[in-house]
């Protein structure tokens, strides 16, 4: 949980600039926080070796009529061309990627991994690096719900 708090305080700032997001609790290794002027709201988490600026957030921006959106933020710049791979207990998910970040190609996959995390303990993701060398972010899920829950009901009244 202690982990948590520094990635929380990173995502707090935008380019130096201090931005305003109300906190709606941590729950494990998650935790849940709106930012009311996107107005969005997201659990979120870092990979269990958190020696990076990785993490996995599910979000939900109102105005967009969004909810329930899988983000990954690679702990290590990915190989062009490498592929993605989310492993939640015994399913697996191709990822869609850009250089460090990963999200699931739509929404339906969006809702398949957000209930597959609900039942799971833990998840992976896993690519190879610039370097061509594999590797893998895992995250403890241990409270992912109840955070999850938690942001979307901090959007729920949000337009």
Not at 17 to 22: E, K, L, M, P, S
Not at 28 to 54: H, L, N
Request: proline share 4%; with cysteine; aromatic share 8%.
């Amino acid at each position: 949980m202690k982990a948590l708090w520094p990635l929380a305080l990173s995502l707090l700032t935008v380019g130096g600039v201090a931005q305003a997001r109300d906190s709606l609790g941590v729950f494990e290794a998650w935790g849940a926080f709106r930012d009311p002027g996107t107005p969005r709201c997201y659990a979120i988490a870092m990979p269990v070796a958190a020696k990076s600026q990785g993490f996995a957030a599910v979000g939900s921006w109102p105005r967009q009529r969004v909810r329930g959106q899988v983000h990954f933020r690679l702990s290590r710049m990915r190989a062009d061309e490498a592929a993605v791979i989310l492993n939640v207990g015994d399913r697996r998910f191709t990822l869609v990627a850009g250089q460090v970040d990963a999200w699931a190609p739509d929404a339906r996959a969006d809702a398949a991994i957000v209930a597959a995390m609900r039942s799971a303990t833990s998840m992976s993701v896993q690519t190879r690096d610039a370097r061509g060398r594999g590797f893998a972010d895992t995250y403890a899920l241990r409270g992912a719900a109840t955070a999850i829950d938690a942001a979307a009901l901090g959007c729920a009244r949000l337009r």
